[in-house]
C-alpha cells in the first residue's frame, strides 16, 4: 500500500520540522511515507482569490503528483479541505472530476489517519508542559476534525491540557485576506493571542501551520514566551523521535 | 300662529331641509367615495392577476423548466420523524408548559376550577387596583361573573354593541382576560383565535393579561398545534392566530432585557384542571 | 449617515470600526451573548443536525418550486381577501405603497421591522409624500430618530449605548431622560401607543408566508408587529418572494430554527398567522390588506447552482453572531442593507454587481463560522469564493494580483519552478533576516508585520532533506502489525466505495 506525503508548501518552507515528525511517527507503525517530488501547492491561495485557472494549473500538479497513491496524508486541514474542493474545480472536465474524486476520497489530514484508519490513539509519549490547542477552522469545521487531535492529546503523558477560550473563532489568517484586510485580521490575532495568553499555557498546539504562523507570529511580536508547535512535533518530540 | 312664529318654524323647516339635503350628499358622496375606490381595488387586482403569470413565468424560466402547476411531492413536510414521535404525559405537560413560561417572566397559577380563577382575578384587581377590564366574549368567562366579583372595577365585554371603540378600550383596560384556544408545553405557548367575539386587541393592549388555559388544551408541541391550522384548512381561519409565549419583551437596549415595550408586561397563564 | 457608511470601501470602514473602541466592545458583547444563546437553546432542542437539515430541505424544496408555491400563495392570499401585488423591483415596490397612501390619504404609518423595507429604502419614499413614518421596533425607532441604519438584521440599534439613546429619546421627549433602559422603554411604549392608534396605515415585514392557506406569518418580541396588524385600519406587507413555505406543519421547522438560531429564545414572544384582513363582524384587524410579493434581484439567484441557495435565508442574524469579522468592524462597514457574511453575498448577488462590491467578499477569512451557525445549512464561505471567482472572470481584478495569480499558477505547474522559487527566498531573505526572523515592516511585509513577526526559511527545505531522511527511516522501519494491514484494507475499500459530494466534507 502506498501511503504518501503531502508536505503542503507551507510545511515544506517552513516548517519542515513537521514532515519529518510525520515520517518518523508513521515509520513506527511500519508505514514508510513515500513523497512524490513532484507536488507543489493545493492551490488554495489562488482559489481563494477567485483565480482558478491558476489554482487548476496548481491543483492537475497535486493530482498527477498522488495518482498512483492509496492514501494522501498532509499535516493539514485546510490543504486537505482544498483537495476537497477539487471536484467543484475541475466539474468542467471530466477527465480531471473523476481523478479529483479519488483523490478527494483518498486524502486525510494527518490525525484523521492516525486515529480513524490506523486506530492509534496513544502514540506512546510524554511531555510534561502545560498546553493549549487551537483547531483550526477548516479543518474542524470543513472536514470535521474534532475529536481526533483530543483523543491523541488525551493520551499523552504528563501533559495538562488548557482549554482555550474561544477555541472556534477564527484565528484572522485566512491566506491572502491577512494581507489584503490587514487591519482585520491584526484584530482577530490579536483576540486570538490575547485567549491563548489567558490560559498561561507553554505551548500552543495545533494541526495547521498557517494558521500557527499567524498566532505564533503575533505572540512573538509581543514577546509573549509561548511555544507554538504541530500535534505532530508535539508526538515525536513526546515519543523520543524528534 | 303669529307670523312671526311661522317665519321661525318655516326657517327651522328650511335648516332641516338643508341638513338633510347635506346628509343625502354627504351619503352619496361617500357611496361614491366608496364605488370609486372600489373600482380601484377592482383595477389593481386585474394588474395583479396579469403580473402574477409573468411573474410565475419568469420563475419557470429562471429554473429552466415548465412551470409547475401540480402540488409537487414534498417529502420533507414538516417536522423530522424522531420529533413526531415526542409526546408527554399530561402532569408532564402542565409542568413544562409552566416552567417555560416561567423562565421568560411569565406568570402560572394553577387552580382547580373556574370559582378560584374568578376569585385569582379579583384578588389581582384588587392588588393592583384595576379599574378597567376587558373580556373577550365566551361563555367560560362569561360563566366567571367578573362583574360581581369585581364590584371597584368597569367590566367590559368585547364588540359586545356596535357603538363602541373597541380598540380604545382595550388601550385603556388594565387587564385583559382571555381564553386561551391552545397550547404547547414544549415551547410554553398558547394560541389565541381572533373572532367577533374575540378581538386580537385583548390579549395585546391592557396592561396586564390573564390567560385561562383548561390544562387538557395543553398539547405536548407546536406542531400539533400547527397541523390542527393545516386541517382546518384556509376557509375556516380566523384573520388572526396569536401565538402567545410571555410578556412583550425587548433587549435592543444594550441588550439589556426589558419587560413590557409594547404588549403586556404582565402576563398570567391560569391553568385550569 | 456616518463617516462609516460613508467612507467608499469596506477596508476604509472597517479601519474606521476598529477604532471605534465602543462600537467594537458593544458588538463583541452582544454577539458573543446572542451565540451562547443560540448554543445554549440549540442544545436544549436537541438533535440540531438533523433540525437543520429538515429546515434546509424544505427550504430547498419550496424553491425548487417556487412557482408554484407562490402561486398558490397568491390565489389563497386573494382568496382570503387580500389585495397582492407583485413587483420586480425596488421601487415599483414603493411605487405601489406609495399609491395605496395616496389613496387612503394617509398622514401616518405605522411599521414593525422589516428588512426589505430597508432594502427598498421605503421610509424616505413615504417622508417625501409628506407621511410621517414611524418605525415602532424599540431598536428601529431609536435609530430612524438617530437619522441612521440597522447593523445587525435583529439588534438594529447593536451599535449604540444607553446613553446615546437616552440622548435621541431625550429630543422627541422634550426634556432629559435617565439612561435608563426601564425608562427609555417606558418612555417609547407610551409615545409610541398614541402613534398606533392613530395611524392610517400598518406596514409590516414577513418572515414566513404559508403557501396553502394565503397566510402571512410574523416572529417578533415586543408586540409592535401585533399592533401594526392590529389597529390600523389598512396594512401593506412587505414581502420577499421566497419568504414561502408551503404549510404550517413547515412553520413548526422554521419556528424551532429561527428564535433559537435568532437570539437563543425557544420561541418568540408573540407568533401572529394573519390570514386576510378583519372578518366582517370583527372590532379589530385591519379592513383592508395589501402584500406586496417583491423580486428585486432575487430571481437573478434561481437557477444559479451556486447561489440559488441563498433563497434559503430565513434573516435568523447567526451568520453575523458567530463571524469573527463582523465582530470586529460591525455591520455598517459593510455598506449595504444586510451585513455580516449574508450581507457579503447578498449584497452584490441582488444587484449583479460584483465590480461595485469591490471588497466587500474579500471582507472574509473563510472560516466557515457561517456556514456552521446557518440554521438552513447555506453554504456562505463558498458562495464569497464564488463571487470573488465571478468578479476576476469579468475581468475586475485587482491589476498587481492578477499578474501575481498569474505567477503562481506558473510556479506551482512544476515543481521544478516551485523548488527553485523556494531556493530563491532561502538566499534572498538574508536581506531581512535577524536572528532567525523577520520583523522588517517594508513593502509587502508591512500588513503582516505590522502585528507579527515572519519566521525565516530554514536553510533546507523538506524536500531537501527527505531523501536522506527516507534512507534513515528505510533502515530502521518496523514490520507493520497485521491489525494496522487490515485496517488500511477497509479503508481502502471504504474510499473506493465512497461517493464524495461536491465540496464534501471529512472522512467522519
Known amino acids: 500500500m502506498k501511503v504518501s506525503l503531502f508536505i503542503t508548501c507551507l510545511s515544506d518552507a517552513i516548517y519542515p520540522r513537521v514532515g519529518e515528525a510525520m515520517v518518523r511517527l508513521l515509520a513506527r507503525h511500519g508505514i514508510r511515507l513515500e513523497f512524490p517530488e513532484i507536488q507543489t501547492c493545493c492551490g488554495q491561495p489562488a482559489f481563494n482569490s477567485g483565480y482558478w485557472d491558476a489554482a487548476r494549473e496548481s491543483a492537475a500538479t497535486i493530482l498527477r503528483a498522488f495518482d498512483d497513491s492509496d ?37 486525510y489530514e494527518f490525525t484523521q489517519f492516525l486515529v480513524n484508519v490506523l486506530g492509534v490513539a496513544d502514540i506512546g509519549a510524554t511531555f510534561p508542559h502545560k498546553v493549549t490547542y487551537h483547531p483550526s477552522c477548516h479543518g474542524s469545521r470543513l472536514l470535521g476534525v474534532k475529536d481526533e487531535p483530543m483523543t491523541l492529546l488525551d493520551n499523552v503523558k504528563e501533559l495538562e491540557l488548557v482549554p482555550l477560550p474561544f477555541a472556534e473563532d477564527c484565528c484572522g489568517f485566512g491566506g491572502t485576506f491577512a494581507v489584503k484586510m490587514a487591519d482585520i485580521s491584526a484584530a482577530m490575532v490579536s483576540e486570538k493571542a490575547d485567549h491563548v495568553k489567558e490560559t498561561e499555557a507553554e505551548v500552543l498546539v495545533g494541526l495547521d501551520m498557517a494558521c500557527l504562523m499567524n498566532i505564533g507570529g503575533n505572540l512573538r511580536y509581543r514577546n509573549e514566551p509561548v511555544r507554538v508547535m504541530h500535534l505532530a512535533e508535539l508526538l515525536a518530540e513526546g515519543a523520543g523521535l524528534l | 300662529m303669529a307670523d312671526a312664529e311661522r317665519e321661525r318654524l318655516r326657517q327651522t323647516d328650511d335648516i332641516q331641509h338643508t341638513e338633510a339635503a347635506q346628509i343625502e350628499s354627504a351619503q352619496t358622496e361617500s357611496a361614491g367615495k366608496e364605488a370609486a375606490h372600489r373600482q380601484w381595488l377592482k383595477r389593481l387586482e386585474e394588474q395583479s392577476r396579469a403580473k402574477q403569470e409573468a411573474f410565475m413565468a419568469g420563475i419557470a424560466g429562471r429554473l429552466k423548466r415548465p412551470r409547475v ?88 365585554v368585547w364588540n359586545e354593541d356596535g357603538g363602541t371603540d373597541w380598540k380604545a378600550r382595550a388601550a385603556e383596560a388594565d387587564f385583559g382576560v382571555v381564553m386561551a384556544d391552545h397550547a404547547a408545553a414544549h ?15 385583548v390579549s395585546l393592549l391592557p396592561t396586564a393579561l390573564f390567560i385561562i388555559l383548561p390544562a387538557e388544551r395543553i398539547r405536548t408541541r407546536l406542531g400539533e398545534v400547527l397541523t390542527e391550522l393545516d386541517q382546518a384548512g384556509r376557509e375556516r381561519l380566523p384573520a388572526g392566530v396569536h401565538f402567545i409565549s410571555g410578556p412583550s419583551r425587548s433587549s435592543d437596549i444594550e441588550n439589556d432585557l426589558t419587560i413590557g415595550v409594547h404588549g403586556p408586561g404582565i402576563v398570567y397563564a391560569l391553568i385550569v384542571g | 449617515m456616518s463617516a462609516k457608511a460613508e467612507a467608499r470601501t469596506v477596508k476604509a470602514r472597517a479601519e474606521l470600526a476598529l477604532n471605534d473602541d465602543f462600537l467594537r466592545k458593544a458588538v463583541k458583547f452582544t454577539t458573543e451573548r446572542l451565540r451562547s444563546g443560540k448554543k445554549n437553546a440549540s442544545s436544549e432542542q436537541g438533535n440540531w443536525e438533523d433540525w437543520r437539515e429538515r429546515g434546509r430541505q424544505i427550504r430547498l424544496h419550496t424553491i425548487a418550486n417556487l412557482d408554484y408555491y407562490l402561486n398558490l400563495f397568491a390565489n389563497n392570499a386573494r382568496a382570503n381577501g387580500v389585495q397582492v401585488h407583485f413587483a420586480d423591483t425596488g421601487a415599483e415596490a414603493v411605487q405601489i405603497a406609495m399609491e395605496i397612501a395616496e389613496r387612503k390619504r394617509a398622514k401616518t404609518v405605522v411599521k414593525s421591522k422589516s428588512m426589505v423595507s430597508e432594502e427598498l429604502h421605503m421610509n424616505s419614499a413615504l417622508e417625501r409624500m409628506g407621511i410621517e413614518t414611524i418605525e415602532t421596533d424599540l431598536g428601529e425607532y431609536i435609530i430612524q430618530l438617530a437619522g441612521e441604519t440597522p447593523s445587525h438584521i435583529i439588534i438594529p440599534a447593536i451599535h449604540k449605548n444607553r446613553y446615546q439613546i437616552a440622548d435621541v429619546l431625550s429630543k422627541v421627549a422634550g426634556e432629559q431622560l435617565e439612561a435608563d433602559t426601564t425608562v427609555l422603554a417606558g418612555f417609547v411604549r407610551k409615545k409610541l401607543r398614541e402613534n398606533f392608534l392613530e395611524a392610517d ?100 439567484q434561481l437557477g444559479d447552482p451556486e447561489f440559488q441557495e441563498l433563497l434559503n435565508c430565513i434573516r435568523c442574524g447567526a451568520c453575523l453572531n458567530a463571524c469573527p469579522v463582523y465582530r470586529h468592524i460591525g455591520g455598517h462597514a459593510y455598506g449595504g442593507t444586510y451585513s455580516g457574511p449574508i450581507g457579503a453575498v447578498l449584497t452584490p448577488a441582488l444587484n449583479k454587481n460584483v465590480a461595485e462590491w469591490d471588497d466587500i467578499a474579500n471582507a472574509s477569512s473563510l472560516c466557515g463560522a457561517c456556514y456552521e451557525a446557518c440554521p438552513v445549512k447555506i453554504p456562505l464561505h463558498e458562495m464569497l469564493v464564488y463571487l470573488r471567482r465571478r468578479k476576476v472572470e469579468q475581468g475586475h481584478g485587482n491589476k498587481a494580483e492578477n499578474a501575481g495569480m498569474k505567477g503562481f499558477g506558473t510556479v506551482m505547474r512544476s515543481a521544478k519552478r516551485y523548488s527553485a522559487a523556494v531556493r530563491m527566498g532561502q538566499l534572498g531573505q538574508k536581506l531581512v533576516v535577524r536572528g532567525g526572523e523577520i520583523r522588517s515592516k517594508l513593502g509587502p511585509l508591512k500588513g503582516w508585520n505590522s502585528v507579527r513577526v515572519l519566521p525565516s526559511l530554514p536553510k533546507q527545505s523538506f524536500r531537501q532533506r527527505f531523501k536522506t531522511l527516507d534512507e534513515e527511516i528505510r533502515a530502521g522501519l518496523q514490520e507493520m502489525s497485521p491489525d494496522v494491514r487490515s485496517r488500511m484494507e477497509e479503508a481502502l475499500k471504504r474510499q473506493r466505495d465512497e461517493k464524495p459530494e461536491q465540496g464534501g466534507h471529512g472522512h467522519g
Open chain 3, 201 to 300: 396605515i400598518g406596514m409590516t415585514g414577513c418572515n414566513f408566508a404559508i403557501a396553502e392557506t394565503g397566510s402571512m406569518v410574523l416572529f417578533e418580541n415586543e408586540g409592535n408587529a401585533r399592533m401594526v396588524t392590529t389597529l390600523p385600519k389598512t396594512q401593506i406587507t412587505l414581502m420577499g418572494m421566497e419568504r414561502i413555505i408551503p404549510s404550517f406543519e413547515d412553520l413548526e421547522v422554521m419556528a424551532t430554527l429561527l428564535p433559537r438560531s435568532a437570539t437563543g429564545q425557544r420561541i418568540t414572544m408573540y407568533m401572529s398567522a394573519i390570514t386576510g384582513p378583519r372578518r366582517e363582524a370583527d372590532a379589530d384587524g385591519p379592513e383592508e390588506m395589501h402584500i406586496i410579493i417583491i423580486d428585486n434581484g432575487r430571481s437573478l
Open chain 1, 71 to 107: 492514501f494522501v496524508i498532509s499535516p493539514s486541514g485546510s490543504c486537505t479541505g482544498m483537495i476537497h474542493h477539487y471536484p467543484k474545480l475541475f466539474e468542467h472536465d471530466s477527465v480531471l472530476l473523476e481523478k479529483a474524486r479519488k483523490l478527494q476520497a483518498k486524502s
Open chain 2, 69 to 156: 402547476m401540480e402540488a409537487p411531492v414534498h417529502p420533507f413536510r414538516g417536522a423530522p420523524d424522531f420529533w413526531r414521535g415526542f409526546e408527554l404525559f399530561p402532569e408532564e405537560r402542565v409542568a413544562r408548559f409552566s416552567e417555560h413560561w416561567r423562565s421568560v417572566g411569565g406568570h402560572v397559577a394553577r387552580l382547580p376550577d373556574l370559582g378560584a380563577v374568578r376569585s385569582f382575578i379579583a384578588e389581582k384587581a384588587a392588588e393592583m387596583g384595576a379599574k378597567i377590564v376587558l373580556r373577550q366574549n365566551e361563555p367560560e368567562l362569561a360563566a366567571l361573573g367578573l362583574e360581581e366579583a369585581l364590584p371597584d372595577a368597569e367590566v367590559s
Open chain 2, 187 to 201: 415551547t410554553g405557548t398558547v394560541a389565541v383565535l381572533s373572532s367577533k367575539d374575540k378581538g386580537r386587541s
